[in-house]
């Protein structure tokens, strides 16, 4: 029996999840049914009991075996149809015509407690039509990794999917490092729409149409009654406008992502995909984490100029619908596009201003280009900087002058105590105001990884005090000085993050 037509089954005690199916129901061809594969024993792992029932879910029922058998996509509901979503993209500039869930299975949407809908979705639920030769697995690590990380990125107030469980099936799955305990990810996203399922669309008659008046009813529905000339334009333009704020604000954490594929592109303007991410310690521009990123194509600084092409593929897509006249439509999306520098550069900007307590006033580029050149020569850890500055306003000078060198930082630290102080500002008000724009934590790779080998033998210890470290990142706590230390060099000398999930 193939894996879409096993039975499906009623749950008597698990409550009904309530799931809808628009995606399918209103674009077709952009998904197939399907279900997960069966797994010998799944059980909840880590559940997030706040999300959980941010949807109305359960989580005591969550956590019973027929929850694990749902979260891991190893039973069938009967309530739903489940289904594995199509897309395209591009892979370190080259197009792939068919990617799609590999992997993963969409359980269905949801609604939030504000109203809005969601996905409820699995990685690690098993091979599917598109999963080109993989196996269709997931390993705990890796799926730990993504809930740490991602519930981290929404405790720094960053769009992002979140992480509702990590259920383990009972399967070892074979890694390059040899066998691992295998693990589905259940996530939660606005939508799984990216810039790679318009891609995937634009080749199909008619599809691209049908699929840009869902996404603009589901994230961007103040466009959907204007006219067809006016409506692609807008959708654009406010896709262009999210992503230039998304990647803005992993600049200002430090985030490298990755892997900027543009299959790992949202439409609506989430973190998705949190592969072989890491965050900066030292801040260098170069800095290249991914073991497959040989042409540093994904280097931190890269990032903007990289959403850049991958908002320019995005656009291609929507030329048709623009503008039957193809040079009209070029001309126009051309404008939007061109406008995404202004937009990012405005969104790190206004960042970079309340990073450095600058608030409302604004923040002298020269002074933020300073700033990046003293770090990057004295290889200074991005997120100890911040709140040794506020630090700093507080009459505290040794934190910051242990980071940079006082003869070197002097005129620095002169010109910005300036211009914080030229409204005659309260100085510890600012650096209470940094402080709660300024992570003290963050996920820092050597916590991280030492996290994830612990759960992989099967402690999870460190990895619960992790995430709760990271989950508070701005609450300053004597207790967890260690997870605001940087990595010791011998560490960050040779880490790299590997896309072997
Ligand atoms: P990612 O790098 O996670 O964004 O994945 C890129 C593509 O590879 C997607 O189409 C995934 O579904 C697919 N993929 C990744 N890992 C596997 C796997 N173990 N089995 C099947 N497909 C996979
Ligand atoms: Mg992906």
């Not at 792939?96 to 690690?124: F, M, N, Q, S, T």
């Not at 961007?220 to 006016?230: K, V």
């Not at 807008?234 to 998304?246: G, I, K, P, T």
């Not at 630290?413 to 030229?422: F, H, I």
């Amino acid at each position: 029996m193939s894996e879409s037509t096993r039975p499906r089954v009623s749950i008597t005690n698990l409550p009904a999840f309530g799931f809808e199916t628009t995606l399918a129901d209103e674009v077709h061809g952009v998904t197939v049914p399907w279900q997960g594969a069966p797994a010998p024993d799944p059980r909840v792992l880590i559940l997030n009991d706040d999300l959980a029932r941010s949807l109305a879910l359960d989580p005591a029922s969550l956590r019973t075996p027929e929850g694990a058998g749902v979260l891991s996509g190893s039973i069938p509901l009967a309530e739903t149809a489940t289904v594995a979503m199509a897309y395209a993209g591009h892979q370190f500039g080259n197009f792939v015509p068919l990617l799609g869930d590999g992997r993963a299975l969409l359980l269905g949407e949801l609604r939030d407690d504000r109203g809005r809908r969601v996905d409820l979705h699995l990685k690690g639920s098993g091979a599917t039509p598109f999963s080109r030769g993989g196996d269709g697995r997931a390993v705990v690590g890796a799926m730990l990794r993504e809930y740490l990380i991602s519930e981290a990125m929404h405790a720094l107030n960053i769009p992002t999917t979140r992480s509702l469980a990590v259920v383990t099936t009972g399967e070892q799955v074979l890694r390059e490092g040899g066998p691992q305990p295998g693990a589905v990810l259940a996530r939660v996203a606005s939508s799984h729409l990216r810039v790679g399922t318009f891609e995937f669309a634009a080749r199909r008659e008619g599809l691209a149409q049908t699929l840009a008046d869902y996404a603009i009813a589901r994230h961007y529905p103040a466009f959907a009654d204007l006219p067809a000339e006016d409506r692609y334009l807008a959708f654009f333009e406010a896709v262009v406008e999210a992503q230039a704020s998304l990647v803005a604000q992993w600049m200002s954490v430090g985030f490298v992502h990755g892997v900027m594929n543009t299959d790992n592109t949202t439409i609506s303007g989430e973190t998705i995909d949190y592969g072989p991410c890491a965050f900066l310690d030292a801040y260098d521009p170069a800095t290249v984490f991914s073991s497959i990123d040989h042409g540093g194509r994904y280097a931190y600084g890269n990032q903007p100029a990289v959403l850049g092409w991958n908002l320019a593929r995005f656009g291609e897509t929507l030329l048709p619908l623009v503008s039957s006249t193809p040079d009209a439509a070029i001309t126009a999306l051309t404008a939007v596009l061109d406008s995404y520098g202004d937009r990012y550069r405005q969104h790190y900007s206004a960042s970079m201003a309340l990073k450095l307590g600058l608030g409302d006033s604004g923040v002298d580029a020269a002074l933020v280009d300073d700033l990046h050149r003293l770090l990057t020569d004295h290889h200074t850890d991005w997120t100890l900087t911040f709140r040794a500055l506020a630090d700093n306003l507080r009459g505290h000078s040794s934190p910051f002058d242990s980071l940079v060198p006082p003869d070197a930082s002097a005129n620095w630290l002169k010109r910005w105590r300036t211009a914080v102080s030229v409204d005659g500002q309260n100085l510890s008000s600012v650096a209470d105001g940094m402080d709660r724009v300024n992570p003290a934590y963050i996920p820092r790779n050597h916590l991280v990884d030492a996290a994830l080998n612990a759960a992989t033998e099967g402690d999870l210890e460190p990895f619960e005090s992790l995430l709760e470290v990271v989950t508070s990142p701005f609450d300053r706590c004597g207790e967890w000085s260690t997870y605001a230390a940087p990595a010791p060099q011998s560490f960050s000398a040779g880490f790299q993050t590997f896309c072997g999930t």
